[in-house]
């Protein structure tokens, strides 16, 4: 498995979030792949791995239980497991393309411009709920 945590979206605001690759399957001890089925349900994963943050949050005394059961209330989760994009095994050029998005930095510089007053501009996606770009 690969991990890359990002503390930023697409418009360097704060969203702290992690991109993960793993192989959709497993290993058998003998080296066989046994691949997942493609309509595999991921939500049980999702509570599992919210469960466990929380856990660990807790124990570190980042989060205060009162926090946890706030944050349980809520009607979307805050996590989510996206398989859509899947990588055939050959496409090593789709899968350096995936680990680059991974990797990239926060500041594109494509889309940064500065203005004759001093100023700079960012320009990124327009992002409906913060109505910016």
């Known amino acids: 498995m690969v991990a890359a945590p990002q503390s930023h979206g697409s418009l360097p605001n704060h969203h702290p979030h992690a991109h993960c690759l793993t192989a959709l399957g497993v290993f058998t001890r003998d080296g066989i ?3 997942a089925p493609d309509a595999l349900d991921f939500s049980a994963l999702e509570d599992l791995f919210r469960a466990e943050l929380f856990k660990v949050l807790l ?3 980042k989060i ?3 926090r946890v059961d706030l ?3 809520w009607r979307h989760s805050g996590f989510h497991v996206d398989s859509s994009r ?3 095994q050959a496409d090593r050029k789709a899968l350096e393309s ?3 998005y991974f990797k990239r930095a926060t500041v594109a ?3 940064l411009e ?3 007053d001093g100023r700079a501009v960012y320009r990124g996606n327009f992002h409906p709920s913060l109505r910016r770009d």
């Open 33 to 35: 792949f046994h691949a």
């Open 59 to 61: 124990k570190r005394e």
């Open 64 to 66: 205060t239980e009162e």
């Open 71 to 73: 944050l349980r209330s």
């Open 86 to 88: 899947r990588i055939p």
């Open 98 to 100: 995936l680990l680059q």
């Open 109 to 111: 510089l494509s889309r």
């Open 114 to 116: 500065y203005l004759d």
